[in-house]
């Protein structure tokens, strides 16, 4: 009514946002996903990996089933002889491992017993 059309045909469309700022919140939700879900997985599964490369005769562990037993005998490739209970043997590969209960101690060289031997016979005297 009172307004002028020229007045109303100045005000113009609004600014249209700089393509960064609407792509900063995608930015941000991908780095709090790698830093809270991604990153701590990938920790979980190389220590995972590390456990079941360094597992030797001897060793207590848990397989994925719940089966506890300790093993007997590391095969060349991924399988492992788990005695279960007295004279029950099972063969599991390696991957299904799930926790290491008891790490045994690596056993000695022969050169290293002959010498701890010496050291014990002199420790003695």
């Known amino acids: ?27 941000l939700i991908f780095v709090v996903f790698y830093f809270l879900l991604i990153r701590p997985q990938q920790k979980k599964m190389k220590e995972h990996k590390a456990m079941l490369e360094a597992l030797r005769r001897g060793d207590r562990v848990v397989t994925g089933g719940g089966i506890v037993g300790t093993v007997v005998k ?3 490739d991924d399988e492992l002889t788990v005695e279960i209970a007295e004279g029950v043997r099972v063969r599991v590969i390696r991957g299904t491992v799930s926790a290491v209960l008891a790490k045994t101690e690596p056993a ?17 005297k």
């Open 108 to 124: 000695k060289a022969k050169a290293d017993s002959k010498a701890d031997d010496a050291a014990d016979a002199a420790a003695k």
């Open 74 to 76: 590391v095969g060349p």
């Open 1 to 27: 009514m009172f307004i002028s059309t020229a007045f109303a045909q100045g005000a113009g469309a609004p600014a249209e946002p700089n393509a960064l700022v609407s792509l900063l919140p995608l930015i």
